[in-house]
T-cell receptor, first 112, second 113 residues
Framework: DGGITQSPKYLFRKEGQNVTLSCEQNLNHDAMYWYRQDPGQGLRLIYYSQIVNDFQKGDIAEGYSVSREKKESFPLTVTSAQKNPTAFYLC???????????FGQGTRLTVV | AQSVTQPDIHITVSEGASLELRCNYSYGATPYLFWYVQSPGQGLQLLLKYFSGDTLVQGIKGFEAEFKRSQSSFNLRKPSVHWSDAAEYFCAVSSYNTDKLIFGTGTRLQVFP
């Protein structure tokens, strides 16, 4: 079955450490996105990529980095520069910009 | 600026009652509109979408939504709510000439038996 796979589902990190969240899709979608979700704030866009080897900052990119070396993969690194990293992170993709997005099941990151 | 407003943060209904969740958007171009549902700790699932044509669109799980251009609204409705509909609902907007979806802050639906 086609879909988007995020791993791990739960992730614990010590303060000051970088951590990478995985997102893989087999939908043959060109565009991929990373969102952060906090209670009462909806989904906020971190980074997005419309094509391999290219990506753009979203609304809250500070303290995060991404890469898009393959069409199927769009990993997100939460760096130690992110002041408040504890959140639920969602990866999404769509076949082209503007169309409906398909979401992974999310990764809950907790900084301890 | 492009934006989506969901004025109701939390709604409580009894099982079997009708439901309407409000969504208003601000968008310069012809909008594409979406409703998503999210169960706790899960990703988002698409309920329905509007691109063009008939302004009343049918979705999954018995939901429908009506696009009203004059009111800049895309409200979600269901005639009879089931306990399994308890979740968070998000409205989103995009367009043919944009590169991202803009989401509202969500409405949490609670269903009482």
């Amino acid at each position: 079955d086609g879909g988007i796979t995020q791993s791990p589902k739960y992730l614990f990190r010590k303060e000051g450490q970088n951590v990478t969240l995985s997102c893989e899709q087999n939908l043959n979608h060109d565009a991929m996105y990373w969102y952060r979700q906090d209670p009462g704030q909806g989904l906020r866009l971190i980074y997005y990529s419309q094509i391999v080897n290219d990506f753009q900052k979203g609304d809250i990119a500070e303290g995060y980095s991404v890469s898009r070396e393959k069409k199927e993969s769009f990993p997100l690194t939460v760096t130690s520069a992110q002041k408040n990293p504890t959140a639920f992170y969602l990866c999404a993709s769509n076949i082209q910009a503007g169309t409906e997005a398909f979401f992974g099941q999310g990764t809950r990151l907790t900084v301890v | 600026a492009q934006s989506v407003t969901q004025p109701d943060i939390h709604i409580t209904v009894s099982e079997g009652a009708s439901l309407e969740l409000r969504c208003n958007y601000s968008y310069g171009a012809t909008p594409y509109l979406f409703w998503y549902v999210q169960s706790p700790g899960q990703g988002l699932q698409l309920l329905l979408k509007y691109f063009s044509g008939d302004t009343l669109v049918q979705g999954i799980k018995g939901f429908e939504a009506e696009f009203k251009r004059s009111q800049s609204s895309f409200n979600l409705r269901k005639p009879s709510v089931h306990w399994s509909d308890a979740a968070e609902y998000f409205c989103a907007v995009s367009s043919y000439n944009t590169d991202k979806l803009i989401f509202g802050t969500g409405t949490r639906l609670q269903v009482f038996p």
